[in-house]
Nanobody, 119 residues
Framework: QVQLVESGGGLVQAGGSLRLSCVAS????????MGWFRQAPGKQRQFVAA????????WYADSVKGRFTISRDNAKNTVYLQMNSLKPEDTADYYC????????????WGQGTQVTVSS
């Protein structure tokens, strides 16, 4: 089992920044893909960014490229999502998720953290 706990959400004005954290525990190793997703009220959950613990380049949704950065701290088993130049349309619940590199579906999810961007 893998446990994921997000933190760092909050209320910020448009143009501002937030950094989300996701602490992973349990049976997680470097063969996992760590992803960030978001879900706005009344909308489907959408992919934001992901990386592989072992390394390699991260990948991003087009809507956040150039503004968001995903990174990891292996020693702390923590994945971060640095969000800059926030827009009101970034308002959503943000979720951390994990899957093995050999799987397609993410099967471990955190409880989410809320991000609200005011105009």
């Amino acid at each position: 089992q893998v446990q994921l706990v997000e933190s760092g959400g909050g209320l910020v004005q448009a143009g501002g920044s937030l950094r989300l954290s996701c602490v992973a525990s349990g049976r997680i190793d470097r063969n996992y893909v760590m992803g960030w997703f978001r879900q706005a009220p009344g909308k489907q959950r959408q992919f934001v960014a992901a990386l592989i613990w072992n390394g390699g380049s991260p990948w991003y949704a087009d809507s956040v490229k150039g503004r968001f950065t995903i990174s990891r701290d292996n020693a702390k088993n923590t994945v971060y999502l640095q969000m800059n130049s926030l827009k009101p349309e970034d308002t959503a619940d943000y979720y951390c998720a994990a899957r093995l590199t050999t799987q397609i579906q993410y099967n471990y999810w955190g409880q989410g953290t809320q991000v609200t961007v005011s105009s």
